[in-house]
């Protein structure tokens, strides 16, 4: 039987942390990792990849990540797509602010490898 990879989206301005975040869920995870680096692009690639995941800041020029997951859970080609945000903005309001605009997940900055591949393969198992 044939089963193909899931594909994550990571939406992230800071190209180090998608490098980070490729490698280890390209590598470790066996998941297929695209990155854009701002919230357009990464609307425009969520759009073409259809992922199973999308891994999305919220500090980045241009459209924020809240901006981005509201567009993407009104769009009803990418509302079912589940949005894991990685981002440093750590208060309780900013944390419900973005389950309130359809988060899935919440992961704080720094990146901790190990934590991200859990609530990865938790989200999509």
């Known amino acids: 039987m ?8 990571v939406i992230d301005d800071d190209s180090s ?7 280890r869920l390209d590598s ?8 854009a680096s701002n919230g357009f692009d990464g609307i425009k690639l969520a759009n073409i990849k259809n992922p199973a995941l999308i891994i999305l800041d ?4 241009g459209m924020n990540g809240i901006d981005v997951l509201k567009q993407i859970k009104s769009d009803p080609n990418t509302a079912h797509i589940p ?3 990685l981002t440093g903005k750590n208060l309780v309001g900013e944390i419900e602010d973005a389950f309130n605009a359809g ?3 919440y992961l704080t900055k720094p990146l901790d490898l190990k934590k991200l591949s859990a609530k990865v393969n938790s989200i999509l198992n």
Do not use: E, N, Q, R
Not at 17 to 23: F, H, M, N, P, V
Not at 28 to 35: I, N, Q, T
């Open 2 to 9: 044939w089963f193909s990879t899931p594909s994550i989206v």
């Open 17 to 23: 942390i998608g490098i980070l975040t490729k490698a």
């Open 28 to 35: 470790h995870d066996k998941y297929k990792v695209f990155l």
């Open 58 to 61: 919220w500090v980045m020029p």
């Open 83 to 85: 949005v894991l945000m």
């Open 103 to 105: 988060a899935t997940d």
